[in-house]
């Protein structure tokens, strides 16, 4: 009597998309090699980062795209794993994240996954108040090959998946920002970026509209996601969370103001 034939393993690919990140490269890369693949895709980048992913034994692929979209899907098209977590280069995976990765994708149904973040600000793990523009308390970052596709924004792009599953238990370290002033200026850049996305798609949010959500969003971070329990974290991540479409209104109408007197 024959034998039954085992079942092949499944192969891991981990995608890391970066421009100019040598100084948090290494710990990243490092804390990725459960992986059978790693694949990072550079945008535009000129510092040692090229020499710190080959060094991990990553594909690298080198490249100029003006979308966040863009380069993700590039990445993703390069992976070669039947599943593929996406990791950015300010976050590491832990051993725990890495045991459950490798033992979930043996026997999970194909499709779409989230993955917890612990967002770190300034050595500290911040776990309240996080969503809408801010960030994500979890995010879908493991999925089976072809169930993920990004959209074409410049920031937070949209997303066209497969089945979603559900969510993974240990998550990823995410040194999100150094400090209060770091996360004003990454406010800064992510709303220039989607101000301009709102006025090539026409969808600029209106004035009352923005006005709007700087009660709805300020209490949905302070209140429903216990913003509070963080203290003047708390406070900054609802005050980012209420800023937001208001800034992007702004910054949108200024544009437009340009446009027309070109």
Not at 51 to 72: H, T
Not at 133 to 157: C, M, Q, T
Not at 195 to 201: G, I, L, N, P, S
Request: with cysteine; hydrophobic share 40%.
């Amino acid at each position: 009597m024959s034998e039954t034939p085992k079942s092949r393993e499944k192969t891991l690919s981990c995608l890391v998309v970066a421009r100019n990140e040598e100084a948090m490269l290494p710990d990243c890369l490092a804390s990725l090699d459960f992986a059978d693949q790693l694949v990072v895709v550079l945008d535009r980048t000129t510092d040692g980062s090229k020499a710190i992913a080959e060094k991990a034994g990553a594909l690298v692929i080198e490249g100029a795209w003006e979308s966040e979209g863009a380069r993700r899907n590039t990445g993703i098209d390069a992976c070669t794993g039947d599943w593929i977590l996406e990791v950015d280069a300010d976050e590491r995976a832990t051993a725990e994240v890495a045991s459950e990765v490798r033992s979930h994708i043996r026997s999970a149904k194909n499709g779409l996954y989230l993955i917890p973040i612990r967002n770190v600000i300034d050595g500290r793990e911040v776990r309240h108040g996080w969503g809408a523009y801010n960030g994500a308390a979890s995010a879908p970052r493991l999925f089976s090959k072809g169930d993920k596709i990004w959209g074409p924004e410049r920031v937070h792009p949209s997303l066209t998946t497969g089945p979603k599953h559900g969510s993974l238990k240990h998550g990823l370290i995410h040194l999100v920002d150094r400090d209060i002033s770091d996360m004003i200026d990454r406010m800064n850049r992510y709303t220039d970026l989607m101000a301009r996305d709102a006025v090539e798609k026409g969808t600029v949010p209106s004035l009352g509209a923005a006005l709007r959500r700087i009660v709805s969003r300020g209490w949905k971070s302070y209140v429903a996601r216990k913003g509070y329990k963080e203290g003047y974290y708390g406070v900054a991540l609802a005050f980012f969370a209420a800023s937001y479409s208001l800034l992007i209104h702004l910054k949108a109408r200024e544009i437009q103001d340009r446009e027309n007197r070109s």
